[in-house]
């Protein structure tokens, strides 16, 4: 079985990374999911209650840790004349 390293937020929380890649999973020590923050746009979704000092950290964690990559848009071509 391979081991994945999960980053630590705190002595609490660390994150996952979920298959999709854009989406990171914040879980307690008893891996319930607490969270889902998305890497493209940088909302975090809380599942669970938990402190707002907590939450204000883990969210500060999450975007210092992941910032927001958003995704390049596709530029029109540019028509010739002819």
């Known amino acids: ?3 994945h390293h999960h980053p630590n937020i705190n002595g ?20 319930y999911v607490m969270a889902e923050y998305n890497m493209l ?5 809380w599942q669970r209650l938990v402190q707002a000092t907590q939450r204000e950290k883990v969210e500060t964690w999450l975007i210092e840790s ?14 010739r004349k002819r």
């Open 1 to 3: 079985m391979q081991h």
């Open 41 to 45: 746009t940088g909302q975090t979704v």
């Open 12 to 31: 609490i929380f660390h994150s996952k990374r979920t298959d999709s890649g854009n989406v990171m999973l914040v879980v307690n020590a008893d891996n």
């Open 66 to 79: 992941y910032p927001v990559q958003p995704v390049a848009k596709a530029t029109p071509a540019k028509s």
